[in-house]
């Protein structure tokens, strides 16, 4: 938490308590969270809190560079606490993201023609495919 009050002083924003709760309710889960999911685990310290503060929120905290907006592949934006160099696999049966590390890939060599027209500030790859447990069901199925 020392991280989070010090990002918040750096970037001026207020620490209030129903930013606190979001911030530990989304580095409480693995799972990549929406904000809708959050929202839950949030309401159930402040009833009163809408999904448009917890949104508004976290993408004040994506703007801060606290968090980062996780690829949605057309499900809801979901948010990631982890700001370490890492790379996704998202699993296209349960939409669960997890995440890896792969030295090769934060090496990748970019195209010359995306080095020369664009600024990258950062790689992250995201893979697609099954999860072990839904590719164990799929085989179950067989």
Do not use: W
Not at 37 to 66: C, W, Y
Not at 69 to 75: I, L, N, Q, S
């Amino acid at each position: 938490m020392d991280l989070f009050f010090k990002k918040c002083r750096e970037n001026k924003l207020k620490i209030t308590p129903q930013r606190v709760a979001i911030y530990k309710a989304l580095t409480a889960s693995v799972s990549h969270p929406s904000a809708e999911q959050i929202h839950k685990e949030v309401k159930k310290l402040f009833p009163n809190i809408s999904l448009d503060t917890v949104n508004r929120t976290l993408v004040t905290f994506a703007g801060a560079h606290m968090i980062d907006v996780v690829e949605g592949h057309g499900d809801s934006r979901r948010f990631d606490p982890n700001q370490e160099a890492h790379h996704h696999f998202y699993c296209i049966s349960c939409h669960k993201i997890f995440d890896f590390q792969a030295d090769p890939l934060d090496s990748l060599v970019l195209p010359r023609e995306i080095e020369e027209n664009f600024l990258i500030t950062g790689k992250r790859i995201c893979l697609t495919g099954y999860c072990d447990q839904c590719r164990s069901k799929m085989a179950g199925k067989n």
